[in-house]
């Protein structure tokens, strides 16, 4: 065995020897999405100096590959490369090289921002914070559109018809949109008398015809006080 647990082995084809090393694989490649920050990382307990790695991302659409001799590596430029890219579903497949030899690639599960696809992971946004305000009878809930907070969105999405479609409950029986030219997103709504302070927002990101949207994480608001402040807001799983 050579040294880091490459394998060798000894063949002898048409009277010639050749030395084939095996490479250990890497372990644990997995890929987590926080907000719009997707990485992919992964273990190897037998690193060499001259140990790299080969990050290759497929697909149903474009397919990207790049060299690392780190543990992980950020996707995101890639997948929000345009609107057909975060759409996708995608996996990653890292495999190990040292000295010349290559493991077997090692897959991670599928994953998507497109929630219609079918994958192992679905990757979900953060809406930018919120804020409720209530004035007698009538409440109030607006945010920044994620479509101009986020450079990501502002950079991969190129259709003028794309919206912000989101509810708030309780107090909001339909979707409201909010369009591409909107900086902010703004919902009033009288407040039921038994439903409490607190709302929920839930929403997408929807191309022209909403056929196929993007999860905004369901979100909790509260009043803003007296002073101005903004609400408390939290991520709730869906």
Not at 16 to 38: F, G, H, R, Y
């Amino acid at each position: 065995m050579q040294p880091g647990g490459a394998i060798s082995v000894l063949l002898l084809i048409g009277g010639v020897s050749a030395v084939i090393a095996a490479v250990p694989p890497p372990e644990k490649v997995d890929v987590t999405c926080q907000n719009l920050k997707t990485t992919v990382s992964w273990d190897y307990s037998e690193d060499q100096p001259q140990t790299s790695f080969t990050v290759a991302l497929g697909g149903s659409g474009r397919h990207f590959e790049t060299n690392t001799t780190d543990h992980q590596y950020d996707l995101s430029p890639f997948i929000w490369g345009s609107e057909q890219q975060y759409m996708d579903l995608h996996y990653v497949t890292v495999t190990a090289i040292q000295g010349g030899n290559w493991s077997e690639p090692v897959e991670s599960k599928t994953f998507s921002f497109n929630t219609l696809k079918t994958v192992n992971v679905k990757c979900e946004l953060d809406f930018p914070p919120a804020n409720l305000t209530v004035r007698e009878s009538v409440a109030t809930v607006t945010f920044q559109n994620p479509l101009h907070v986020y450079k990501e969105l502002k950079e991969a999405v190129r259709d003028d018809s794309a919206s912000i479609k989101f509810r708030v409950s309780p107090g909001g029986k339909s979707d409201q949109t909010c369009s591409l030219t909107q900086k902010v997103c703004r919902y009033d709504f009288k407040l039921p008398e038994d439903g409490g302070m607190c709302v929920k927002l839930e929403g997408r990101l929807c191309n022209s015809n909403c056929l196929s949207w993007v999860v905004f994480k369901e979100t909790k608001i509260c009043p803003s006080d007296s002073t101005g402040k903004s609400g408390n807001h939290q991520n709730m799983l869906i």
